[in-house]
T-cell receptor, first 112, second 113 residues
Framework: KAGVTQTPRYLIKTRGQQVTLSCSPISGHRSVSWYQQTPGQGLQFLFEYFSETQRNKGNFPGRFSGRQFSNSRSEMNVSTLELGDSALYLC???????????FGAGSRLTVL | DQQVKQNSPSLSVQEGRISILNCDYT??????FLWYKKYPAEGPTFLIS?????DKNEDGRFTVFLNKSAKHLSLHIVPSQPGDSAVYFCAASVVQGAQKLVFGQGTRLTINP
C-alpha cells in the first residue's frame, strides 16, 4: 500500500511569491490534514479536509489556504510568502476508523 | 500558548538502558495522547497511544504512562537501541480519532553505543 505522497519535496521561493503544495493520501483515506513544522515550535495544525470540505482550521492567517479534490488529493497554498513561512509542511491522512494519522515525508519550503 | 510541552530538547542514553521522555499538558479537555517518532527527511510515524481512561499502555519495548492529575505523560523505551535515535513528539487531542492534534516541540533522543 503506497504511503502519503507529498510534492515537491524541496522548494525555494522569495518573499511575496506564492506556493502550492500537493498531497496524495493513502488510497481509501478521505481525511487529509496539514501541519507546519518549524524549529522549536513542533508541529502546528493548519487545517483538515474531509470529502472536499474543510472540517477544521488552525490559527494561521488567511494567506494559508487549502482544498481537497474528489479523489481525496489535497493542495495547500500560501500567498504573499514571508520569511517566517520557511518550514517543513507535512500532510497526513487517515481513514474513518483509524485513530492515528499517517504522515508524508513533507515539503520543505525555504523563503528567501 | 503552548498546550503541550516537552521541556527537554534533547536526551542522550546509553544503548541497553532505559530512555524516558516526558511531556506535560495544560488543557484538561485532552482525552487522547499519542507519541510519534521522526527520522530526518521522513514524516513522523505513530509509535503508541493512550486514552485518558487508562494510566498505562504497553507495546513491546515501548510503554506510555499517563498521570492525569499531574497532566503529565511519559514514554519509556526499554532497552534502548541505536535505531531509536530520532526526534520524539508527544501529541494530544480532545477526542480519540481527531485529526487536529496538538504537538509538543519534540525531544531529540540519541542512543550511544
Amino acid at each position: 500500500k503506497a504511503g502519503v505522497t507529498q510534492t515537491p519535496r524541496y522548494l525555494i521561493k522569495t518573499r511575496g511569491q506564492q506556493v502550492t503544495l500537493s498531497c496524495s493520501p493513502i488510497s481509501g483515506h478521505r481525511s487529509v490534514s496539514w501541519y507546519q513544522q518549524t524549529p522549536g515550535q513542533g508541529l502546528q495544525f493548519l487545517f483538515e479536509y474531509f470529502s472536499e470540505t474543510q472540517r477544521n482550521k488552525g490559527n494561521f492567517p488567511g494567506r494559508f489556504s487549502g482544498r481537497q479534490f474528489s479523489n481525496s488529493r489535497s493542495e495547500m497554498n500560501v500567498s504573499t510568502l514571508e520569511l517566517g513561512d520557511s518550514a517543513l509542511y507535512l500532510c497526513a491522512s487517515s481513514s474513518l476508523i483509524a485513530n492515528v494519522l499517517t504522515f508524508g515525508a513533507g515539503s520543505r519550503l525555504t523563503v528567501l | 500558548d503552548q498546550q503541550v510541552k516537552q521541556n527537554s530538547p534533547s536526551l542522550s542514553v546509553q544503548e541497553g538502558r532505559i530512555s524516558i521522555l516526558n511531556c506535560d499538558y495544560t488543557n484538561s479537555m485532552f482525552d487522547y495522547f499519542l507519541w510519534y517518532k521522526k527520522y530526518p527527511a521522513e514524516g513522523p510515524t505513530f509509535l503508541i497511544s493512550i486514552s485518558s481512561i487508562k494510566d498505562k499502555n504497553e507495546d513491546g519495548r515501548f510503554t506510555v504512562f499517563l498521570n492525569k492529575s499531574a497532566k503529565h505523560l511519559s514514554l519509556h523505551i526499554v532497552p534502548s537501541q541505536p535505531g531509536d535515535s530520532a526526534v520524539y513528539f508527544c501529541a494530544a487531542s480532545v477526542v480519540q480519532g481527531a485529526q487536529k492534534l496538538v504537538f509538543g516541540q519534540g525531544t531529540r533522543l540519541t542512543i550511544n553505543p
